[in-house]
């Protein structure tokens, strides 16, 4: 009688060879369901919530050099690419152009930008900070630092980078999303 070859079910190999196991990619258990959703504890409430906490933190912040957080977003990109355009600004901070231009304006009268028409296109204009708009990005980004540390109370230096961590795969997944 001839001997028959065990067949032995891909299961089993797998367990045995832990290694080749790992390797297989599994399927991830979705983090809501219906059954349990509860939109009060879901991220996009959560989110928002928090944003508008933050803001109006902020704003409160900055209230006695008489800024805003949207002034403070505006300086801080003129920081970090001095010479951007209004509409570069619009699209990286996802603002209204007509509220751009009034933001623009304030900041404009309050001396700590200008607007700089290019030479040879007298339509494009660029923007850049004044002398008093450098010397006030040290003192917003004191209070600033300061108030994000007041709100952080209570969390360990790991967990903030956690979060920032978390956050950032968040928009990497939407903005992958919304490319395709």
């Given at each position: 009688m001839p001997s028959r070859k065990k067949v032995i079910p891909r299961s089993a190999k797998l367990k045995a060879r832990p290694s080749?196991?790992?390797?297989i990619p599994r399927a991830r258990a979705a983090p809501y369901a219906v059954e349990t959703f509860t939109p009060k504890e879901a991220i996009g409430y959560l989110i928002t919530r928090t944003k508008t906490a933050l803001w109006e933190r902020a704003?409160?912040?900055f209230a006695p050099l008489d800024?805003?957080?949207?002034?403070?977003?505006?300086?801080?990109?003129?920081v970090d690419a001095p010479m951007i355009t209004p509409a570069e600004i619009c699209k990286a901070i996802s603002y209204d152009a007509g509220a751009?231009?009034?933001?623009?304006?304030r900041l404009e009268k309050k001396g700590f930008i200008r607007r700089v028409r290019h030479v040879s296109d007298r339509r494009s204009v660029t923007l850049e900070l004044t002398r008093a708009g450098r010397d006030l990005y040290p003192k917003l980004l004191k209070r600033l630092v300061a108030g994000y540390n007041e709100i952080l109370t209570g969390f360990k230096a790991a967990e903030v980078r956690q979060?920032?961590?978390?956050?950032?795969?968040?928009l990497v997944n939407l903005d992958t999303r919304h490319a395709s």
């Open positions: 080749l196991a790992a390797k704003d409160e912040i800024m805003t957080l949207s002034q403070w977003v505006i300086i801080a990109n003129l751009m231009t009034r933001l623009l304006d979060l920032e961590s978390m956050l950032k795969r968040i």
